[in-house]
């Protein structure tokens, strides 16, 4: 086989996995399970997947040079530029948020946590400018939140939770404050608030069970099954 039959046949192959390449990438961005798009630094879009034009009841190919901007009112497309000037202005790498769309996606309010990034180009015409955005829809993620704090405020138990420090988190039900007698529970340590006012007037056994009580937090379930019996009443 002569050189040039080979060269042909290597730039062939390295054609065809470029493609190849192509066509999966491809595949990703259109299977995303949220918005991406890659606008101008006008908003004018480049590429857009396959959920950002059924939002927008359009065909993918019908989106593209279309305003990004669109998609909000006046008020919130402000606030999205002005995201994409601060990732430039402080040299991000990426800028993340959440704004909703207003009620122009959707009948309802869809509210997205919005990642913004930016790379360079060689063509001037458009600054050597050009975002990618990705928009992962939360609305359903706010309306639990809404609904948990709508309980939270309503029904007559302490219910709370605390981070890997052992920090009481914000959230927390209303009755938890009537229980301890304080509105100050936000990043109170929770073992000291719970167990160390009235140790010493504890029996052996409701020592042990306290102590099978704090192992257990943040365990495995089937541990806390195994022990819960134990704890002090």
Do not use: C, H
């Given at each position: ?114 990642t913004i990034s930016v790379f ?114």
């Amino acid at each position: 086989m002569s050189s040039e039959n080979q060269d042909l046949q290597a730039t062939y192959k390295i054609l065809n996995v470029i493609e190849k390449s192509k066509n999966y990438s491809d595949s990703v961005i259109d299977n995303f399970v949220g918005i991406f798009a890659t606008v101008t630094s006008e908003g004018v879009i480049y590429r857009g997947n396959r959920l950002f034009s059924q939002l927008l009841n359009l065909d993918v190919e019908d989106i593209l040079g279309l305003s990004f901007f669109s998609i909000f009112q006046e008020s919130s497309k402000q606030i999205f530029i002005r995201k994409m000037d601060e990732l430039i202005e402080k040299q991000m790498k990426d800028i993340s948020f959440e704004l909703p769309t207003d009620g122009i996606l959707s009948d309802t309010n869809l509210i997205f946590y919005w990642t913004i990034s930016v790379f360079n180009l060689s063509d001037k015409t458009q600054n050597g400018k050009l975002y990618t955005i990705i928009g992962t829809d939360i609305t359903k993620l706010r309306e639990s939140e809404k609904q948990l704090s709508e309980i939270f405020s309503s029904i007559p138990v302490g219910i709370l939770s605390f981070n890997n420090s052992g920090n009481i988190e914000p959230k927390y039900s209303d009755y938890t404050e009537v229980i301890f007698e304080t509105s100050e529970l936000k990043n109170r340590n929770f073992e000291e608030l719970i167990f160390k006012n009235g140790y010493t007037a504890l029996t052996r056994a409701e020592k042990e069970g306290l102590e099978n009580l704090k192992k257990s937090l943040g365990g495995d379930v089937v541990v806390y099954e195994m022990v819960k019996d134990t704890f002090p009443k």
